[in-house]
């Protein structure tokens, strides 16, 4: 066949052809039909690498009633989670040979509305909410009524669907870990108040601490940014009673280390700290920091994981897939002063 022949980009009726097979039995095989032959599915695939043909999924959409497309809302941030939440989508719907269209909005319901009705009018087979929905939920979940959602915030009005850490879990660990060193108790740096894990992270702590008989100080809370954590540790750090502080993010965590720092606070000799997420960045910073690992990456790949199951079984159930975290001890933390 000629150059100028597929000048236009070769057509499946050109892969037929090479192959001397039916244009039919050409989609059979693009499709995974089972009734095919081994020898003519391999010959039919090995024209469509030489020609480098490739499928047009709109008319694939108009045929199979599927885009293979998977939409993801995610918010406007340059975020460490959100940005490793997305790689991990991406490489979960790679592997199960989805493409991603992804939307971006801000925390507003109109803005979260709106970005989930354009992934829907796109033709998407289903949708992943990496935000928080606030008050949302309710619209979004009528929008999402008769499409595959899965959600790895967990806001309350749809948290059948989530795929995620246990932040409860999170939380509970890292403040016994504290407790567990003597510290009479731990203060807490928690994150934006209509963040579900922050809230979560937030109830969490307070309960431990009332189980173990502590008193439970007042929360401060940050906005997920290391400019945040350094506020709230300047703040932290010119109390004396402060002796440990568990902050809801590693990347508010840096945040407060160098206002401790600044402070003359040494870390962990005056005041232990423990963060949450296990970035790369923590097995680094100064003093190396103690975190609960929860892997942003294995999130995306698992929500992907049930959405395709959900797009193709849709009578499945939804029930919360949640993981336990783990603690990983590092330097930051110790021991209370004797002085305390």
Known sequence: MSEQQFSRGPAMRDVAAAAGVSAQTVSRV??????????????????????????????RALVTGRSKTIGVLTLATNNYSRSSLALGVELGAREAGYTVNSVTSSLSVQGLTDAVSRLVFQGVDGIIIAAPLQDAAEQIGKITARIPTVNT??????GDGKVGVDQDIAAVMATKHLLEL???TVWHVAGPAEWSDAASRLTSWRRTLKEAGCEVPPELHGDWSPESGYQNGLILGRMPEVTAILVASDEMAFGVLRALNELGRRVPEDVSVVGIDDIDLAAFSNPPLTTIRQSFEDTGRRAV???????????????????APTLVVRASTAPPPAAA
Do not use: F
């Open 153 to 158: 915030d967990g806001s309350s009005n749809m």
């Open 182 to 184: 003597g510290h009479k």
């Open 30 to 59: 693009l499709n995974d039909h089972p009734n095919v032959q081994e020898s003519t599915r391999r010959r039919v695939l090995a024209v469509v690498e030489d020609l480098g043909y490739r499928r047009n999924n709109t008319a």
């Open 305 to 323: 994981q049930r959405l395709v199951a959900q797009i193709a079984h849709p009578e499945l159930a939804r029930t919360p897939d949640l993981v």
